[in-house]
């Protein structure tokens, strides 16, 4: 076969062209240098923290030392003035941190982190105590009345950690944690008592401890940049400071015959906790850089809404309260450490509605929300924290309370700013900043357990079979409140929410503060869109009224996750 003489050269001259080219200089463009890791550098910020309680329990042992007495009560008196309470150590810290990240094979990142809290969380309790010399009756009638007073106290709590994560998106850090934990801590036990025929004169018995402990902690959470050189994050953290005891500086329980006579009961207490406990935690951080190109090209401002159409969402939930916290009701504190789980087991009252409502347009948005529920407690989810004095009244660990409570706030925000992220199509970040009025009814019946009365009517008790009632009638108040707003939308429908808000002022309670967390979808269903909800809610107050016997008030934090179905139109 031949070749045609054209296509043969047209085939030298291709081959020879291709062999040129390759001895020629390549016009390829530069590869380009791929962004530094978003991660990378060192970071400062502010956090705030939630203590939650974890061993809940301060003993409190005592030993007889030396008993001159005809009727042997001595180990009846160190009996009395032994005995264990719970004492909750929870309550809101604040606190700074600083940290280094190293990103690393694309997604890994590597980091340490050193941080303190302070502000102090306290805890403690009380129990009463009547016991006798076996066998008790009128031919033996001595008896040791006792109250044992017992407090803890976190007063500061730091950690140095290392950090190991991976960046989920360029912009979401994952991570787990674990190091090193310390902080100062303290623990003190006041034992009262007095012997019945009361004969002797009696010195009360001090036990006290105070120092610094060292422990451990781990953990995990979730970090994400929102915004150039600002991220936000959410932390869990567990404890563990060791066991701390009053082994130390002990002042004896005494009993003496009076106008300074002979010694002739003597008592030694020791009082030991664990603290140990759950830390849940948000915290802002600034990403210093050092030197690195800016990560600001990576986000740029997105245009936000213009005032027109009205948008409305109404939304009945259901919030499963936990509450941990002081009921106060005729100058009578009970100290409630109560579950969801105790409510439906327990509670001889569990009524409730809930439900919030949201009106926007544009850049302004209006929100309204009501709480209403009436729980009973009993059992041993209550204890008492203010018993009467010894020789008033002795009284056990359980008590009963009914309250009724209702919380409707409602606030008007204004959006701040809204950005996104380069490339991320309807994706944005969205700040609003809201300031309104939050409305608190409490009303409380306590029905205490009685081992013995006198003087009833003088505390305002109303006494009969062996149960004293405090009815406190009702108390209401109003806090201003101002707060911020953070909302995500990953895409149209989808949107986290991150709300806190603080308030009171000494204008309604001292002091009240909420955080919320959640994640929202949208359903279509013929013409209406319907939101699904899931969260984390919780909300604090400190609020007390009158004094003495006329005393009433709400010290607790009320937390729980939520869900809700929204109606949008």
């Known amino acids: 076969m031949k070749i045609a003489p054209s296509v043969t050269g047209l085939g030298i001259v291709l081959v020879a062209g291709s062999a040129l080219a390759a001895d020629l200089p390549s016009r390829k463009a530069p590869p380009v240098s791929p962004p530094p890791p978003l991660w990378t550098g060192f970071y400062v910020g502010l956090n705030g923290d939630y203590l939650l309680k974890g061993n809940n329990s301060i003993n409190t042992a005592t030993a007889n030392l030396f008993d001159a007495t005809v009727t042997g009560i001595g180990p009846a008196s160190a009996l009395g003035a032994s005995g264990g309470v719970g004492g909750r150590l929870d309550g809101f810290v604040t606190g700074v941190q600083l940290g280094y990240n190293w990103q690393f094979a694309d997604r890994f990142v590597a ?72 902080g100062r801590v303290s623990t003190n036990a006041t034992i009262k008592q007095s012997l019945v025929p009361n004969l002797f004169t009696s010195t009360d018995g001090d036990a006290d401890f105070a120092g610094t402990r060292v422990g451990w902690t781990v953990g995990g959470g979730v970090e994400w940049a929102f915004y150039p050189n600002l991220s936000a994050k959410l932390e869990y953290l567990y ?24 010694l002739r009961v003597a008592n030694a207490s020791t009082t030991s906790t664990r603290f140990n406990g759950h830390v849940i935690r948000a915290g802002l951080n600034y990403h210093l850089d050092w030197g690195a190109p800016s990560s600001t090209d990576a986000f740029v401002a997105a245009e936000r809404p213009a005032l027109g159409d009205w948008q409305f969402r109404f939304a009945p939930y259901a919030w499963a309260i936990h509450l941990n916290g002081d009921l106060t009701a005729r100058g009578r504190s009970v100290d409630t450490n109560v579950s969801f789980y105790d409510l439906l087991t327990k509670s001889n ?25 009436r729980l009973g407690f009993f059992g041993g989810g209550l204890r008492q924290t203010n018993p009467i004095g010894l020789s008033t009244l002795s009284i056990d660990a359980n008590a009963n309370i009914t309250t009724t409570l209702a919380i409707g706030e409602a606030w008007m925000g204004y959006e701040l700013a809204r950005w996104r992220q380069s490339g991320g199509g309807d994706s944005f970040t969205a700040i609003d900043a809201y300031g309104g009025l939050r409305y608190w009814y409490l009303s409380n019946t306590l029905q205490l357990s009685v081992t013995g009365a006198i003087n009833l009517p003088l505390l305002g008790l109303d006494f009969g079979g ?26 149209p429908g989808d949107e986290f929410q991150l709300r806190g808000d603080i ?7 001292k002091f009240s503060w909420q955080l919320f967390g959640g994640y929202s979808h949208d359903f279509k269903i013929c013409d209406w869109t319907i939101t699904s909800v899931v969260g984390y809610r919780a909300l604090s107050v400190d609020y007390s009224n009158g004094s003495g016997n006329s005393q009433k008030g709400l010290d607790a934090i009320i937390h729980g996750p939520m869900i809700a179905t929204s109606f949008r139109f």
């Open 503 to 509: 308030g009171g002022f000494g204008a309604g309670s």
């Open 239 to 262: 404890y563990d400071l060791g066991v701390a005891a009053t082994n130390n500086g002990i002042s004896l329980l005494t009993h003496s015959i009076p106008l300074g006579g002979a």
């Open 349 to 373: 009252h569990l009524l409730a509605w809930m439900s919030y409502a949201e009106a926007r347009n544009g850049p302004f948005s209006f929100y309204g929300d009501i709480v209403w529920a």
């Open 466 to 491: 062996g149960r004293a009632l405090a009815k406190t009638g009702s108390t209401q108040w109003v806090d201003p409140i101002l707060g911020l707003r953070l909302r995500h939308q990953i895409k």
């Open 111 to 182: 980091g340490f982190e050193t941080d303190i809290q302070g502000g102090g969380v306290q805890g403690g309790g009380n129990f009463g105590t009547v016991t006798s010399v076996p066998p008790a009756g009128l031919l033996n009638p001595s008896s040791a009345v006792t109250e044992v007073k017992v407090s803890r106290r976190l007063d500061y709590f730091g950690t140095v950690r290392g950090r190991f994560g991976f960046a989920v998106t360029p912009t979401l850090l994952a991570y787990a944690t674990g190091g090193l934990a310390y």
